[in-house]
């Protein structure tokens, strides 16, 4: 069942991605980087095929991965790589896409970057991703210990930056736009159902509120040796990490058994370990 859930994450992503660029970057003009960018120009100077461009390059960077990053690295990357592509040219095909959806350039950015957004951060949460210049990252990573994400953002820059030499000053604004909007929705969806809230309490009242979380909220705690700034006084601190919609709750308790009790609350974007990613054992 993880590996269906992985698998159908990872076709729901290509075929966002394909979506966004058939439904908005494409008819609507706007910048983007990567593989699909470089197609883009060659479509406007040559008018060879888009998605068949990706498909082609994405197949011979796959395969020099694959002897350069392993077999492992190509069966990663295999799915994304053809599937992708092949989204593209089912969704450009379709009379639908044939024309704009929107005539407002900056509505469509702002799509484009939600779908974009939203499927990077589908694939990477399956550590996954379009091929690309994803593949070329990882190549020249491990001859020169450059970092991925560096690489991968200089060759978008690059794209974007030869584009905009045959583009307007507008459409250049609207890929800008486009990839700030996909930056905040990539972050929001790697976390989506992953953070939670971490509950810090420093009250001299520690031990009845441990044993109240324990027993009445059914909510894990830890235990920390703390020092007072004022008066040096040893004692201990409770933390909890809890869901939003237990916070209520656990302030209102808090309150109840030390109203003077010292409060932080932090959210956490990811929490791993019992009773979130593998069952709480109880006793």
Known sequence: ????KSTAAIILGNALFALAVAAFVIPNGILMGGITGVGIVIHKLFGFDTALFVLIVNAVLMFIGLF???KKFF???VVSSIIYPLFLKLFQSLPLFQKKLTDDNLLAAVFAGVLLGAAIGLLMRQGSSSGGTDIIGLIVN???HVGVAVIVWAADITVIGFQALTSSSEALLLGIITIVIESYVLDKVMVLGKAQLQVFVISKKYEEIRSAVLNDLNIGATMTSIETGL???KQMGVM?????RSLYSLTELINSID???????????????QGFSTERKTK
Not at 240 to 244: D, L, T
């Open 1 to 4: 069942m993880k590996k269906v």
């Open 68 to 70: 350069i990053l392993g």
């Open 75 to 77: 069966f990663s990357t």
């Open 142 to 144: 491990k001859y020169t």
């Open 231 to 233: 008066k040096g006084e």
């Open 240 to 244: 909890c990490i809890i869901h939003k």
């Open 259 to 273: 109203n003077e009790a010292f409060v932080t609350v932090t959210k956490v974007k990811e929490v791993r370990g």
